[in-house]
């Protein structure tokens, strides 16, 4: 099982930037793979972004492709999801979640190819 804790949500304006944490503990063999979700309230959950950590690929929505990365510590203890040139629909609760699987092909934004995941951190964009 993996422990996970979100950090860094807040408010900013449209345009502006965050940078989302997520401290990672517990058996690596559980967290192959990293990703990053968030949900609206109404919505399902949406996937924005994992990373598959054995091979250092990343996958990202059409939505935050070139506006967000994804990385890691060298420990692959600590996940961040840098936001930049946030949007209004960037809006909603982020969720970083680990799977014991290699993701790759059309899982890595299946939220069901997750096992464990972290109580979200709240991002507001305003326009």
């Known amino acids: 099982q993996v422990q996970l804790v979100e950090s860094g949500g807040g408010s900013v304006q449209a345009g502006g930037s965050l940078r989302l944490s997520c401290a990672a503990s517990?058996?690596?063999?559980?967290?192959?793979?990293m990703g990053w979700f968030r949900q609206t309230s109404g919505l399902k959950r949406e996937a924005v972004a994992t990373?598959?950590?054995?091979?250092?690929?990343?996958y990202y929505s059409d939505s935050v492709k070139g506006r967000f990365t994804f990385s890691q510590d060298g420990a692959e203890n600590t996940f961040y999801l840098q936001m930049n040139s946030l949007k209004a629909e960037d809006t909603g609760m982020y969720y970083c979640?680990?799977?014991?699987?290699?993701?790759?092909?059309?899982?890595?934004?299946?939220?069901?190819?997750?096992?464990?995941w972290g109580q979200g951190t709240q991002v507001t964009v305003s326009s």
């Open positions: 990373t598959v950590t054995s091979r250092g690929r990343t």
């Open positions: 517990g058996s690596t063999l559980s967290r192959k793979s």
């Open positions: 979640a680990a799977s014991p699987f290699v993701l790759d092909g059309g899982s890595w934004s299946d939220p069901t190819s997750f096992r464990d």
